[in-house]
């Protein structure tokens, strides 16, 4: 019984990582943040190597290790060496946040082809390298979690977005898919479907900030998931607006 109440303390008190992608803004700068202030040692991405180094200035006070690599995450080779990275500066990984996404309005009959490759490169594509290439990882290690921030378009269809909510309805297939293939290595995987968030996408917009989901309750959504007890794992979880009125 001691050996196993020693045990569990190592795990208590072992260093925690963690990735998140697109960490500078929105949604994912609400992650990053809260899981620095709970201790998680982080590595982040994002195109900017400004924005990655002020985040990571404005987290020094939380005595965190902030590992920065500046990446486009629409071109499968950048992703890969973001990962040998990630995997030379941190030992072992236990949470990876698949968050980094793009929306570019339209209407699918009437938009460019290119549309719909630019979000299925960020919005599929890298969520499906990353997870593969710690998914793995994770398997070894026998624990992990992988967050897929997915969007209540992955089931609803929303006027205006459709090429956008077809690459996420194809990222909650995945993050499904990805879910069954690794609970028997117990690692969880979750998928998070937001409605509308107050980020940078509505700039300009009149409606009032109190609508919408804020970025830190999906932030605190995820940190409360991944406390819950190693039996359990929250396949997927949607956050709306209460009362929301474009």
């Known amino acids: 019984m001691w050996l196993s109440l020693f045990l569990k303390n190592i795990l208590l008190f072992r260093v925690m990582n963690?990735?998140?992608?697109g960490a500078t803004r929105g949604i994912g700068r609400a992650i990053t943040?809260?899981?620095?202030?709970?201790g998680y040692h982080l590595a982040i991405c994002a195109r900017s190597k400004t924005d990655l180094a002020a985040l990571a200035s404005?987290?020094?006070y939380t005595g965190v290790k902030v590992f920065c690599y500046a990446t486009d995450l629409s071109l499968k080779d950048e992703i890969y060496r973001f990962a040998a990275e990630v995997g030379?500066?941190?030992?072992?990984?236990?949470v990876l946040v698949n968050n980094a996404g793009l929306f570019l309005p339209g209407f699918l009959m009437q938009e460019e082809d290119n549309s719909f490759e630019q979000q299925l490169f960020v919005n599929l594509n890298a969520p499906y390298y990353l997870a593969k290439h710690f998914g793995k990882t994770m398997s070894e290690q026998g624990y992990g979690h992988i967050f897929s921030i997915c969007s209540v378009s992955s089931k609803e269809f929303k006027e205006n977005g459709g090429s956008y909510g077809v690459t996420k309805s194809a990222l909650l297939s995945l993050n499904n898919v990805l879910r069954q293939e690794l609970s028997k290595y117990n690692v969880k995987v979750t998928a998070i479907l937001p409605g509308e968030t107050?980020?940078?996408?509505?700039?300009g917009t009149n409606i009032a900030p109190a609508s919408f989901v804020q970025p830190e309750d999906i932030a605190n959504a995820l940190y409360?998931?991944?406390?819950?007890?190693?039996?359990?794992?929250?396949?997927?979880?949607?956050?709306?607006?209460?009362?929301f009125n474009a």
């Open 18 to 21: 963690a990735i998140v992608t």
């Open 33 to 38: 943040i809260k899981l620095a202030e709970a």
């Open 58 to 60: 404005e987290l020094a």
């Open 88 to 94: 030379t500066a941190f030992d072992t990984i236990d």
């Open 198 to 203: 107050l980020t940078s996408s509505w700039e």
């Open 224 to 243: 409360t998931i991944l406390n819950l007890s190693s039996g359990v794992n929250v396949e997927e979880i949607i956050l709306k607006p209460l009362n």
